[in-house]
Antibody
């Protein structure tokens, strides 16, 4: 079955960087784009951006444009999201989510989602 | 950016009730809308995509409708497993989520 397994929880200090991984299995990794979404405690879902896994091209939400980098390793079927210059407001659960439609040039709905990675930013 | 506004924010209902959640987009998103269910400590689960297409395995008591800027998610007869938070998502122009609707036990 299609599965996304994320790396474990992280605790970081303000100004540091964090890199979250998302290991995909059960499908052809390069056929579907991968999205990253975060959820601050008690808040809604916030889309951060996506990566075209086939060619590595990315599109980021303007809010994160200057601080985020999404990459992938096709040989390891793993996607990565790195967020730099962390601040306390970045404390959240970070999810990877597969774009549901294979070989698509546009976005679609997200399915499935990884289990989430809690990133805590605290001095 | 397209803004998504859900209502109500919280909904108190009983088992067996018919429940409707509304999602409004700040501009037309045609039918590029999905609905998700999220339970505490869990990742969102896809329920409906393209505004009205039920995801495989999702109970038929869930249904979606609408187009353009106004959409609804309906649960025809609320079951104990349905108490959760529901989010709409537009994917017409990148992606945006609504603020969520928490369905509570009355």
């Amino acid at each position: 079955q299609v599965q996304l397994v994320q790396s474990g929880a992280e605790v970081k200090k303000p100004g540091a960087s964090v890199k979250v991984s998302c290991k995909a299995s059960g499908y052809t990794f390069s056929s579907n784009h991968m999205h990253w979404v975060r959820q601050a405690p008690g808040q809604s879902l916030e889309w951060m951006g996506w990566i075209n896994v086939a060619n590595g091209k990315t599109k980021y939400s303007q809010k994160f444009q200057d601080r985020v980098a999404m990459t992938r390793d096709t040989s390891a079927t793993t996607a990565y999201m790195e967020l730099n210059n962390l601040r306390s407001e970045d404390t959240a659960v970070y999810y990877c989510a597969r774009d549901a439609v294979a070989d698509s040039i546009s976005l679609s709905w997200f399915d499935p989602w990884g289990q989430g990675t809690l990133v805590t930013v605290s001095s | 950016d397209i803004q998504m506004t859900q209502s109500p924010s919280t909904l108190s209902a009983s088992v067996g009730d018919r429940v409707t959640i509304t999602c409004r987009a700040s501009q037309s998103i045609i039918n590029w809308l999905a609905w998700y269910q999220q339970k505490p400590g869990k990742a969102p689960k896809l329920l409906i995509y393209k505004a009205s297409t039920l995801e495989s395995g999702v109970p038929s008591r869930f249904s979606g409708s609408g187009s353009g800027t106004e959409f609804t998610l309906t649960i025809s007869s609320l079951q104990p497993d349905d108490f959760a938070t529901y989010y709409c998502q537009q994917y017409n122009s990148y992606s945006t989520f609504g603020q969520g609707t928490k369905v509570e036990i009355k």
